[in-house]
């Protein structure tokens, strides 16, 4: 089992910056996918960031240039920096982890921009 916490969402204008972070409950070193989803009310979840623990990295087209998805594994955190945020970024963001043959996922942290 994985339990995942995420946090550092809020309210954000347009143009500013935010740092989501996601702390789980085992160690991450064996945890080979770790990412970031998010939803938009009335929208399916959606990729937005992927890493894996030999350092690849993979990005929605939408916020490639934009977000930057890293991980400590000494912390067990995973993190996404997002930076030029969008009215569109606004969604619930999810921490997402697949280890083994099981998919984890976070509760959620709200990330709204306002134009």
């Known amino acids: 089992q994985v339990q995942l916490v995420e946090s550092g969402g809020g309210l954000v204008q347009a143009g500013g910056s935010l740092r989501l972070s996601c702390a789980a409950s085992k160690s991450i070193f064996s945890i080979n996918a770790m990412g970031w989803y998010r939803q938009a009310p009335g929208e399916q979840r959606e990729l937005v960031a992927t890493?894996?623990?030999?350092?690849?990295?993979n990005y929605a087209d939408s916020v490639k240039g934009r977000f930057t998805i890293s991980r400590d594994n000494a912390k067990n955190m995973v993190y996404l920096q997002m930076n030029s945020l969008k009215s569109q970024d606004t969604a619930l963001y999810y921490c997402?982890?697949?280890?083994?043959?099981?998919?984890?996922w976070g509760q959620g942290t709200q990330v709204t921009v306002s134009s």
């Open positions: 997402h982890a697949q280890w083994l043959a099981s998919h984890y």
């Open positions: 890493t894996t623990s030999a350092g690849s990295t």
